[in-house]
């Protein structure tokens, strides 16, 4: 009965397992089912000092300056610019 509100509707799946990339839930701002307001999350994450980030996009930026090794592949100009002023490798494939 909890879920029969999400049924017939899309909703975004939270990834798990290696792939969750939140380790602890701060603070939430909405109601349960309420899909017509703008619920809030804060969260925050632990990262591996080991941990790398592979990206072509700038918008990924703050998880690239998060990780301990940063990786720009096949870079948008804006992170390619940026990369290479933090020294970051850039990778290239046709």
Do not use: K
Not at 68 to 88: E, S
């Amino acid at each position: 009965p909890d879920y029969a509100i999400y049924r017939n509707r899309r909703v975004s799946r939270i990834p798990n397992g290696a792939l969750l990339l939140m380790s602890r839930v701060r603070h939430i701002e909405g109601q349960p089912g309420d899909f017509d307001a703008q619920p809030r999350l804060w969260s925050e994450f632990d990262v591996p000092t080991d941990a790398w980030f592979y990206s072509d996009s700038y918008s990924d930026l703050p998880l690239l300056e998060t990780v301990g090794h940063p990786v720009a592949v096949n870079p948008d100009l804006r992170l390619a610019r940026h990369a290479r002023r933090c020294g970051w490798p850039i990778e290239s494939f046709t």
